[in-house]
Structure formats: C-alpha cells, structure tokens
C-alpha cells in the first residue's frame, strides 16, 4: 500500500520560511503527478502547487512567487519551499501522489 509521510510544517512568523517534505514509499514516483494542496478553517481545500509526471509545473495565484514545489525521484520525495509567508497560509498542507493523499502537516504563520 502507497505511504506518503509529510514533515516540516510549524510555527513561522510572518516573513518567515519552511520546506514541507513528503516521502513517498511504494509507488513508482517518477511515473505520476504530485503536489500540494492546503485547508485553512472554514475554507474549501486549494491548490497550492502541482508537478506533472513530466516536470511541469503549476501554482496557485495566491502563492505564486513565494512557493516553490521541486521532486527529488531518487528519494521519493516531493518538497514546498514556502518564503515570505503571510497569516493566510495558515492552514494544513496535503500532498499527494497521484491518488494518494498525505495525513496532512499544520502550517500555522503568526507573530
């Protein structure tokens, strides 16, 4: 069965960065398209950024110069660079790999 196991939200404050990291165990992760998304209280689930299978790449308007999502296939891990962080961000970050759906990591960016 397909894990994926994410790390390194937390507490910033604002201005502040992190890197999510979510390891992948049993899947073939070069073959399928991954990503984030994210969940703040009372909102729907948004995307925060995608990368193909291929290598392209796509992210969310509100995070667009700020985010950055890269993949290291040797590991099996897809990574978030998060810089400048806002209040806003706040919320829990879901990666995915293809079907598959991390447990989620808290975000919470306050001073």
């Known amino acids: 069965q397909v894990q994926l196991v994410e790390s390194g939200g937390g507490l910033v404050q604002p201005g502040g960065s992190l890197r999510l990291s979510c390891a992948a165990s049993?899947?073939?992760?070069?073959?399928?398209?991954m990503g984030w998304y994210r969940q703040a209280p009372g909102k729907q689930r948004e995307l925060v950024a995608t990368?193909?299978?291929?290598?392209?790449?796509n992210c969310g308007g509100a995070v667009k110069g700020r985010f950055a999502i890269s993949r290291d296939t040797a590991k099996n891990t897809v990574y978030l660079q998060m810089n400048s962080l806002k209040p806003e961000d706040t919320a829990v970050y879901y990666c995915?790999?293809?079907?598959?759906w991390g447990q989620g990591t808290q975000v919470t960016v306050s001073s």
């Open positions: 995915y790999v293809d079907k598959y």
């Open positions: 990368i193909t299978s291929s290598g392209l790449i």
């Open positions: 049993r899947v073939t992760f070069s073959t399928y398209a």
